[in-house]
């Protein structure tokens, strides 16, 4: 009997509400609920410094899921860390960068590239993918684009429903992985990202943008190598709003089981 692939969750790192012991580790549950259904196993892997033990840990997988989060250090697409005046601290807050994960992160993606290992960005993931490969970030769209309203969720309105609202719609290119596992032109999704992908690197393009010419997917130029990178959530839509959301996920990991 085939096993069952393994996908690697690098973790992120946030607070809890136990003031002795506050910092913690782990994986938003939607991410792995998601893998879980969509027939792979799961492995979280931890933010350590020591980069090698992490590759050796990730040989083991065959699969790599970079989950949303904090802005990546825009040190690593050439660049300093602006100060933007949001007005919002929720948002400036939740976005600071941790360097731990970062080089992670990129390490990782490096390797499973290396080694033809599926890849799927989601939000900050897609973003992590592009910058990986040399790859530039718009580091706010409001302040660098002067575009309003493409992040639903600012000025502290955290209500659940922005998180499977339609908020804008996407066109998908056709000749493109994605658009061969959604079937569609065009589909509405949900936009929880200030940030976006700016220039895409070589090895890569772009296979799906909003109507205000936002970057919102791309995808690597090799046939051979699933590598996909989406701004939008789909392991939140695929539970709340659209369950066909759940055929991007299998997708990735029929990719990584064969
Ligand atoms: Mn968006």
Redesign the pocket.
């Known amino acids: 009997m085939k096993n069952k692939p393994i996908i690697a969750l690098p973790c992120r790192s946030f607070t809890v509400n136990m003031p002795l012991t506050p910092q913690a580790q782990g994986a938003i549950d939607s991410y792995v609920s998601t893998i879980v259904n969509a027939g792979g196993i799961p492995l979280l892997i931890p933010l350590i410094e020591n980069t090698d033990d992490i590759l050796q840990l990730f040989e083991c997988c065959d699969g790599l899921l970079l989950c949303g989060g904090e802005d990546i250090h825009p040190s690593h697409y050439g660049t300093n860390l602006e100060k933007h005046e949001l007005g919002d601290e929720t948002v400036t807050e939740m976005m600071q960068p941790n360097s731990v994960r970062d080089t992670l992160e990129i390490a990782l993606v490096k390797e499973a590239w290396k080694n033809k290992k599926p890849i799927l960005g989601v939000c900050r993931g897609s973003q992590l993918l592009n910058i990986a490969f040399g790859g530039t970030l718009y580091q706010d769209i409001e302040q660098d684009l002067g575009i309003k309203g ?1 992040l639903a969720l600012r000025h502290k309105d955290d209500s659940p429903e922005l998180l499977d609202a339609n ?2 719609t996407v066109e998908i290119e056709c000749d493109s992985r994605l658009h061969s596992i959604l079937n569609t032109d065009q589909i509405y ?1 949900n ?1 929880l ?1 200030h940030q976006a992908i700016k220039d895409v690197p070589q090895d890569f393009m772009v296979v799906a943008k ?1 109507p205000d010419g ?1 970057i ?1 997917a791309i995808e690597c130029k090799d046939k051979n190598q699933f590598a996909i990178g989406v ?2 959530h789909p392991e939140l839509l695929w539970q709340r709003n659209n369950a066909e959301w759940i055929n991007l996920f299998k997708a990735f990991v029929k990719s990584a089981s064969s």
């Open positions: 493409h908020i804008h999704v936009s990202h909003a936002i919102e701004e939008w």
